[in-house]
């Protein structure tokens, strides 16, 4: 599908810039398209890769330094029942498990820079398991529609936005958000279930060849010998090992997180310890408070804790963080060529004005429905790009106000929906996955129904 739309996009930016330029348009051009297609490549790789090197390197080697500890293994076995059910074709111990708990945690707290390289990760070890390399397995599919799709404590962004735009009530949104992403996230899961039954994403029946290789949770013969030494243990087929805590190690860690209690305490309830706290802190609810503190915390808290805990139970934290930090720029250079392919054509297509061709094509149908027809734009640019949703999103809130009934259900869109083409060309990208199968519609349903929602959400409660 994933083939079609892109043709679709780059064909169809020529075809409009070109009869603009015939009608003597002002705007949308054949020289704005490949202006904007030139762009989008500098942006690719200067403005995605290049950071997501460093980004990479960094969570990498915490996530090692995890698997080294056994946290990660620890935290897959406590959420098995779900994961089974979620990923059927994954083996209940393999790091694949672990790797997608973390970024969906990652997710939730609204932690994109830890949710990528994470999410990356998660899929390198998914196609540990793929007997089809090329093929996006079931339990790729899957885990994208749920990053589509996947649910924030926090929208961090959109509420920036109505910080910055003077806002009486930034934190409004959260809980619409968190409602819409709730539906969102029960859509696309739905979705990619149903979707992968039908004749068309229907995977064939493996060989017994295939069979054995995923049953047993690691790669065929073939494969394995091709895999880098962290791979190699990860799937079995080098030595982890760590030593048990003792009292000491126990010690260190209740007296580390009673630090990050009082840090919480302090700055969500400041009244408790009479802490100083910012004016415009004190304007918030406390429970709104509480999850900027997580937020807050979030990060430090396991930057710390994942080596703490390594170096307790005697792995060498240095030598294995620098181990999976190596990682980094393979991957990050892997994801280049997919993020120029989708970034062009969507900058193209934007160039050549097709966004406000379709808003005008379908304007008289939403108000049929009585769908603000002022969020359109915003709503067909988010699958497509974040930065172009978030310029959409601040011109509404300028426009319409900040607590207006139109910025706060652009709010609660732009944080209850995911750029799931870029998400996808990025993830799937990584392990060089060319057939994507029903990940697009999945991915699309969840941003639908997202959007459906935090219009009739908004309504009922500000409107």
């Not at 969570?59 to 089974?84: D, H, N, S, T, Y």
Request: one cysteine or more; glycine letters at 8%.
């Amino acid at each position: 599908m994933l083939n079609y739309i892109w043709l679709g996009l780059v064909v169809a930016a020529v075809g409009i810039g070109g009869w603009h330029n015939l009608t003597g348009a002002p705007t949308g051009t054949l020289k704005e398209v490949t202006e904007k297609g030139f762009e989008m490549t500098r942006v690719a790789v200067m403005d995605i890769a290049l950071p997501l090197v460093g980004i990479m390197a960094l969570w990498l080697g915490i996530m090692r330094l995890a698997e080294k500890a056994g946290l990660v293994q620890l935290l897959a076995r406590a959420f098995r029942p779900v994961m089974k059910w979620l990923f059927p074709d994954v083996p209940a111990n393999h790091p694949a498990m672990g790797s997608m708990l973390m970024n969906m945690a990652a997710n939730f707290l609204g932690l994109a820079n830890a949710a990528t390289p994470l999410g990356l990760r998660a899929m390198k070890d998914l196609e540990t398991l793929n007997p089809r390399p090329g093929t996006a397995t079931n339990a790729m599919c899957t885990f994208l529609a749920i990053n589509t799709s996947s649910i924030q404590l926090l929208p961090v962004t959109a509420v920036a936005v109505l910080v910055v735009a003077g806002s009486l009530q930034p934190y409004a949104i959260i809980g619409t958000a968190i409602l819409a992403t709730t539906f969102s996230s029960i859509a696309g899961i739905t979705a990619v279930k149903l979707l992968e039954k039908l004749p068309g994403y229907r995977l064939p029946p493996l060989s017994d060849t295939e069979r054995s290789a995923t049953e047993k949770g690691s790669p065929s013969a073939d494969r394995a010998a091709t895999l880098s030494p962290s791979d190699r243990e990860r799937n079995g087929v080098g030595g982890n090992e760590s030593t048990p805590l003792n009292g000491f190690g126990i010690g260190a860690l209740i007296l580390f997180f009673l630090f990050f209690v009082v840090l919480f305490v302090a700055i969500s309830f400041p009244e408790t310890l009479n802490h100083p706290v910012a004016a415009e802190l004190q304007k918030q609810h406390p429970a709104v408070r509480s999850l900027n503190t997580i937020s807050l915390l979030a990060v430090p808290f396991m930057l710390a804790f994942f080596p703490l805990y390594a170096a307790l139970r005697r792995v060498k934290v240095y030598e294995q963080f620098v181990e999976g930090a190596k990682e980094g720029f393979q991957v990050a250079v892997t994801v280049i060529p997919f993020l120029v392919a989708i970034l062009v054509a969507v900058g193209m297509f934007r160039g050549a004005g097709g966004i406000d061709l379709i808003t005008q094509a379908l304007r008289p149908v939403l108000d049929r429905i009585h769908f603000p027809t002022e969020l359109l734009p915003m709503c067909l640019m988010r699958p497509l790009s974040g930065s172009g949703t978030l310029g959409m999103f601040t011109e509404l809130v300028k426009e319409f106000g900040p607590d207006s009934l139109i910025a706060r259900t652009a709010g609660t869109i732009f944080g209850s929906t995911e750029t799931t083409f870029y998400v996808i060309a990025v993830y799937f990208g990584a392990v060089n996955v060319r057939r994507t199968r029903h990940a697009v519609p999945a991915g699309l349903i969840a941003d639908a129904v997202g959007i459906i929602a935090s219009v009739i959400i908004c309504w009922m409660m500000f409107g």
